[in-house]
């Protein structure tokens, strides 16, 4: 009876190890399938070194729609190499009401706040996606904030609209987030002091009010508005010696009172 089947198939021009490689493909092409849809229906900031900001709950009492809804927020930051400023990337993520979201009748989009100023508030777009944050299930907004200094203090909100308020997170400073790939966060100099006389485009020294946190002996860069210097002389003292305009900045004037930081090169 197998010998009469088997070949019965053969005379279709169907053997059982054709059969049996048509299964196989079969199932290879059902798994690729349903990792190219696992794989768009995430997000790739999983490979990042978020960290959890705050969850935040629009409350019932103030909110005529949608009460209760929760937020989970993350952030991680990452950094110029000359200037030491800082970008903010954020995550918002919606753990409720996610098919809402999901019928485009609910985008709240998001918003950040810098330094607790609302005229300093920047509104992301309704552009909600579905998937996992971070093994949170759920919509997501994932955004990028413009540089800032890394003293500045960050907040994230759904974006308000006139059904409900904005629910910010908690202040947080910019220099206490993780970095993204998880590189160590370089502060900015400390070493802060201000002309004491204007400086013209061709002078070559510089004077300064005193001050001890800059270098004593070896050669420092500093940055006055735009431009960087070298200082190659007179450390320690309020007179300097310097070489304009390096790292193909722009030399120009510079007036009494303008503010001289330490500035650290890519190598620091």
Request: aromatic content about 12%; charged content about 15%.
């Given at each position: 009876m197998r010998k009469y ?16 490689a048509v299964i196989v ?48 927020n993350f952030a991680c ?192």
């Amino acid at each position: 009876m197998r010998k009469y089947r088997t070949k019965n198939l053969d005379n279709q021009g169907f053997s059982h190890i054709e059969f049996f490689a048509v299964i196989v493909l079969l199932i290879f092409f059902v798994a690729v399938s349903v990792l190219i849809y696992h794989k768009n229906g995430r997000s790739n900031a999983a490979s990042d070194n978020f960290q959890k900001l705050q969850t935040v709950t629009w409350n019932p009492d103030i909110t005529a729609y949608y009460a209760n809804s929760v937020f989970d927020n993350f952030a991680c930051v990452t950094q110029d190499s000359n200037t030491k400023e800082v970008r903010v990337t954020g995550i918002m993520v919606a753990e409720d009401y996610t098919g809402y979201i999901k019928s485009g009748n609910y985008e709240p989009g998001a918003s950040i706040r810098l330094n607790g100023q609302d005229k300093t508030i920047k509104s992301f777009g309704n552009n909600w996606q579905i998937g996992d944050i971070q093994n949170i299930n759920g919509a997501y907004i994932k955004f990028t904030t413009s540089l800032m200094p890394v003293d500045t203090f960050y907040q994230a909100s759904p974006l308000a609209t006139n059904y409900w308020p904005s629910v910010w997170t908690n202040p947080v400073i910019v220099k206490n987030l993780m970095t993204c790939n998880g590189s160590s966060l370089i502060l900015p100099s400390s070493a802060i002091t201000k002309l004491t006389t204007d400086l013209s485009v061709k002078a070559t020294t510089i004077q300064v009010a005193p001050t001890k946190l800059f270098p004593l002996t070896v050669n420092y860069y500093i940055k006055i508005d735009n431009e960087i210097m070298l200082v190659t002389q007179g450390q320690g003292t309020t007179n300097w010696t310097v070489t304009r305009g390096v790292f193909n900045s722009t030399i120009t004037a510079h007036s009494k009172n303008a503010v001289v930081q330490e500035y650290l090169p890519n190598n620091q």
